[in-house]
């Protein structure tokens, strides 16, 4: 690296650093009910070495039923350990691996291409970037398994290309992002695959190398099979899973063959069969990820994105179609590097294709950084077109630059200012003011009964209070959770519906529930606020 | 015969076959607008009035207060002048004309492909027009009386004459007026078609310009020939409908943005970003990028299921790798026309963006024919770029797959479409006009529910009812202060719901209610169903 490019990498590391862990712990405003899962089966860990069901040391967090992949939780171990249980702890783990995919993002593209500004530009963008900020911020397992796989891709094409050692350490990666997210394991796979036909020429040089990362990469995913095949492995994705509904699915078909019939036309069953139903359905998930509306202005639920954006930012969009136009006329563009980012970007919507409620930014995070390598390669090659043309030449820098700084300015002021206000019923907001007002207040009380209607609130409780998980698997732990309404109690606190006007006569019992379960006004010691002056949650007592 | 003019031919026939079998049965009834141009043509035709008694309008037909633009009610005349007030003569002209923009597409792409010299790309006049002929967006819209398929063909017709023009000039204000039809044809028209005449001329200026006075009398003609219209488009009515439809006339952006400017503390550049501007030309781009749904391209096409039949996109699956490629290869091999097909793919979503229910497969009709077209390019410079040992492959398997395609967008059109959506085309209303008509004698009076909507219409229309007579009850024809014309009845016939308690002179008097408002105890006599058994419609009298 020359100096200049020293300098360069080194304000831009700077940069994704202080976007990654400014405000960490306090924006999002609070964390979801999964990052609060993954801190307190962490913490449960340090304190006891079992999850919070009293499993030992588990290859899979069963959570809230859905059978979280373990690295998240493994890698919270150090920070809660050094910082206490707390909402930065719990997020150090994503905002570290987002850090290093943006450092990674530079070497990936600088082995593939060669050329300096397109791989440091490629490393600017994935350092502003909104979809990868979003989940760098917040503890999602997807932004770990992204950095892995970024990591591992890159070693990957140094290995091929210069140190073969590499390819045992991008073995490696490969098979930890397999523990890392659900999604990883259909991707990194699927990733690694392309990479190896398109470099096998490279891969038969260094037969040693290649020999010991598969071993290596074998052993390593042994243990998956095991959960794969289980049971309790596969909840998760009946769970989501596009086919799961066959009824509703299938309801044309069926009263089309119907019809068919009774006009002796039945050779037309072939056209109704449903199979035929089952690839359209596939190709209808597939493409819908490139909705250019989902990408640039309305984004999906609203935990993936900030008000009024998507996740790229749409001064993105004509790069990003000039990108794509210049990767592939650009003769001079090493073909390898070619393959290599379009099969990235092609398989990338694979593993989020059988789910439903799609198109989906955390399962397709693994288009990243190829949005932005193209959008940087749009800027390189439009800027060279336009170099010809002189009178045009000295407006492309600032007219480009300031674009994007509006964009960027926008985005990080949507994201500090009005996504902790509009955004705080979404990211379960109110339990952190809740559980320190519940402790101080509580003590006069035999008993606190809370509201499951507030959302996993056991779990949240947890949290807060840092409830010794030696006390809490004691009283048995979590017994069953899941997306039902499960009655819950641990210590003095009870989890379970109630009905505040019959049993507030109790005066030992203190109430916690939303503003349509607890409405009588006098007996409301304390009400919790979202930041926009809504109700979150009431406390009342006899 | 040359093979090419034979292939011609036999597309032409495929097209022609797609847009005339079944004109009349399948879509299964007559939508309201469809009934009212038809009803309005045969109103001129009889009277050369409209259904209002309005003298042979040029600017609107004022109709249900949507003042449809003119051009289609004027081009269904000769047909029911010779096939008689019916399905198949309302809906005539826009199979006719789609019929003809399919063939125009031809010479269109003629004028693109004479730049190329390969043998592969000069079949692309041929393919784009086969790609036309089969297309389900196009052929959708040349099966029902909608303006925007005649005015797609003015606009198609505009564009080739000014292509034309450039060696011809004269044909440059054939041009011009055509496009001016174009915005006597449809409201959307209104800008795509100034918006394209502007694109011409820039893209191909250096052609034209040696013509400065044909070009100049072009415009003189083409401005005369469009101020008729101007006092109908700035007046309140012509506002008013503009307004409805569209997303700047939605006051939550400017919530928004109040909101958030008060929680930025009225800071100076929050009065910026927040602005109102800001939040609207957001939601513009959200509209317009929403022609580019995947969705509506390639799944299940537009929402509304009288714009599309809801099993396949707008586009065939077979097109999705051929258009991604014939936009690179338009960019590739970029000749001016080219890019005027680029612009005009483009510039077509414009008008149709401003509008809330995106996207819209009507008001993007005006894009048409460039989706085929950049389809067509990519397929045979795909073709051309295979080994030729592999080309033979290639086309059959292509042709397979789009058979395929083909094969179960019209199965799907023709035996089942009908009877899934046949309530989306008020069907019903036929049926009971025939069975008023032959019953109507022993009633004194006939009250229709306005649940369905536009009953006045169908009345009209299948009663082929003197102009002239209903002229005569005008006082129950109304107007209110958005400008919408309702009609509350004529002749025996009655145009409203019931309070069955208070309704008085039953006894003669003929019921026609949606089940849910058949009161208890009445004498049912007649039930109307839509083609998929579900009922409709009752006929009833009072049990007296």
Do not use: C
């Amino acid at each position: 690296m020359t100096r200049k490019v020293k300098i360069t990498f080194f304000l831009i590391t700077v940069l994704a650093f202080l976007l990654r862990f400014y405000q960490l712990g306090f924006v999002p405003a609070s964390p979801d009910w999964d990052e609060a899962a993954l801190g307190y089966n962490a913490y449960s860990i340090i304190k006891t070495g079992k999850d919070e069901y009293g499993q030992f040391l588990p290859l899979t967090f069963r959570s809230f039923d859905d059978y979280k992949p373990p690295l998240y939780v493994y890698l919270t171990i150090p920070p809660v350990a050094l910082f206490g249980l707390n909402e930065f702890s719990v997020r150090l783990p994503s905002a570290i691996l987002g850090l290093l995919t943006v450092i990674a993002t530079y070497f990936l593209i600088q082995e593939l291409f060669g050329r300096k500004n397109l791989s440091l530009l490629s490393m600017f963008l994935m350092a502003i970037s909104p979809w990868s900020l979003q989940f760098s911020r917040v503890a999602f397992e997807t932004n770990i398994a992204l950095g892995i796989i970024v990591i591992g891709a890159a070693f990957f094409i140094i290995g091929v290309k210069r140190k073969p050692i590499f390819i045992i350490f991008s073995a490696l990666f490969f098979a930890l992002s397999l523990y890392s997210y659900h999604s990883a394991r259909v991707f990194a796979p699927l990733l690694l695959f392309g990479l190896a036909v398109i470099f096998r020429k490279e891969l038969f040089a260094f037969k040693k190398y290649v020999f010991i990362a598969v071993i290596v990469g074998v052993v390593l995913s042994l243990p998956l099979a095991g959960i794969l095949t289980s049971k309790e492995g596969q909840l998760r994705l009946k769970g989501v899973n596009v086919f799961a509904d066959q009824t509703n699915l299938l309801r044309k078909n069926i009263v089309k063959i119907e019809e068919d019939q009774r006009s002796d036309f039945s050779a037309a069953k072939l056209l109704h069969n449903r199979r035929i139903t089952y690839v359209l359905t596939l190709f209808q998930n597939y493409i819908s990820h490139f909705k250019l509306n989902w990408l640039f202005i309305t984004g999906d639920i609203k935990r993936h994105h900030v008000p009024d954006m998507g996740t790229l930012y749409p001064i993105e969009l004509p790069f990003i179609l000039a990108g794509i136009y210049f990767l592939i006329s650009d003769i001079k563009i090493d073909p390898k590097g070619k393959k290599a980012i379009f099969w990235w970007f092609l398989v990338a919507p694979i593993a989020a294709v059988p789910t439903t409620q799609l198109p989906h930014s955390v399962r397709t995070l693994s288009f990243l950084p190829t949005w932005h390598f193209f959008t940087a390669l749009g800027i390189i090659k439009l800027y060279e077109v336009i170099k010809h043309n002189g009178s045009y030449k000295k407006l492309y820098a600032p007219i480009v630059i300031s674009l994007f700084i509006l964009n960027i300015f926008y985005y990080l002021h949507q994201y500090y200012v009005h996504m902790p206000y509009e955004y705080a019923y979404d990211w379960q907001y109110g339990y952190r003011e809740l559980v320190s007002n519940v402790k101080t207040m509580g003590l006069k009380y035999e008993k606190i009964i809370i509201s499951p209607k507030l959302d996993q609130p056991y779990m949240f409780f947890l949290f807060y209070l840092k409830y010794d998980p030696v006390e809490y698997l004691k009283g048995g732990g979590t017994r069953a959770s899941g997306f039902k309404d499960i009655e819950h109690k641990f210590g003095k606190y009870e989890f379970r519906l109630f009905n505040f006007e019959k049993e507030y006569v109790n005066s030992k019992l203190l109430f916690i529930g939303t503003p349509e379960e607890i409405q009588m006004g006098q007996k409301v010691i304390k009400t919790i606020y979202y930041p926009n002056g809504e109700i979150f949650a009431n406390i009342a007592a006899g | 015969m040359k093979k090419r003019q034979v292939l011609l031919i036999l597309i032409i026939i495929i097209a022609s076959l797609l847009r005339f079998y079944n004109l009349g049965v399948n879509p299964p009834s007559l939508s309201w607008d469809e009934a009212a141009l038809g009803y309005n043509a045969y109103s001129i035709s009889q009277t050369l009035r409209d259904e209002h008694g309005r003298f042979l309008p040029i600017d609107y037909f004022a109709s249900f207060g949507d003042y449809k633009p003119t051009v289609y009610v004027y081009a269904a005349v000769l047909p029911i002048k010779i096939f008689g007030l019916n399905e198949f003569s309302t809906r005539f002209p826009s199979a006719f004309f789609g019929l003809l923009t399919v063939i125009l597409t031809y010479f269109l792409t003629k004028e693109i492909a004479k730049k190329f010299s390969s043998v592969s790309l000069s079949y692309l006049p041929l393919l784009s027009t086969l790609f036309l002929a089969i297309s389900p967006w196009h052929i959708q819209m040349s099966r029902a009386a909608f303006e925007a398929n005649v005015a797609s063909f003015f606009i198609v017709l505009a564009v080739w004459l000014f292509l034309k023009g450039r060696s011809i000039p004269i044909f440059l204000i054939g041009s011009i007026i055509s496009f001016v039809l174009s915005a006597y044809t449809f409201n959307s028209a209104r800008i795509v078609s100034p918006l394209l005449l502007l694109g011409l001329i820039f893209f191909f200026r250096k052609e034209i310009f040696k013509y400065k006075i044909i070009l100049f009398a072009g415009i003189l003609v083409g401005a005369i020939l469009t101020a008729p219209l101007i006092p109908h488009l700035v007046s309140k009515e012509g506002s008013l409908r503009f307004q409805e439809v569209n997303i700047f006339s939605d006051a939550k952006p400017v919530t928004i943005s109040n909101k958030r400017q008060e929680v930025d503390k009225n800071i100076w550049w929050s009065k910026i970003i927040h602005n109102r501007r800001i939040l609207y030309a957001r939601e513009y781009l959200g509209h317009y990028l929403d022609t580019f749904d995947t969705n509506f391209l390639f799944i299940d096409g537009d929402g509304n299921p009288k714009f599309s039949i809801r099993d396949i996109g707008e586009l065939y699956w077979f097109d999705l790798l051929f258009l991604l490629s014939g936009l690179y290869f338009l960019i590739k091999r970029r000749t001016k026309e080219l890019i005027f097909i680029l612009f005009w793919w483009l510039a077509a979503p414009i008008p149709a963006a401003m509008a809330r229910e995106t996207p819209h497969a009507l008001r993007l009709e005006s894009s048409l024919p460039t989706w085929q077209i950049i389809i067509a390019f990519g397929f045979l410079n795909i073709y051309e770029r295979i080994r030729k040992t592999w080309r033979k492959f290639f086309l059959f398997f292509s042709f397979l797959f789009l058979l395929f395609n083909v094969i179960y967008y019209v199965h799907n059109y023709h035996s089942h479409y009908p009877s899934e959506f046949s309530g989306e085309w008020q069907y019903g209303y036929r049926d009971v006009v025939n069975y008023v008509s032959i019953v109507e004698k022993n009633y004194d009076k006939v009250i229709m529910t306005e649940q369905l909507g536009r009953p006045y219409i169908y009345f009209l229309y299948y009663k082929q009812y003197s102009p002239k007579k209903f002229w005569e009850y005008k006082s129950f024809v109304e107007k209110d202060s958005y400008g919408f014309i309702s009609v509350r009845g004529f002749d025996k016939y009655e145009f409203r719901g019931t309070d069955w308690g208070k309704e008085i002179n039953k006894e003669r008097t003929l019921y026609i209610m949606t089940p849910s408002d058949v009161p208890q105890g009445v004498n049912i006599i007649k039930t109307f169903k839509l083609l998929n058994g579900n009922t409709i419609l009752q006929a009833f009298v009072t049990n007296l």
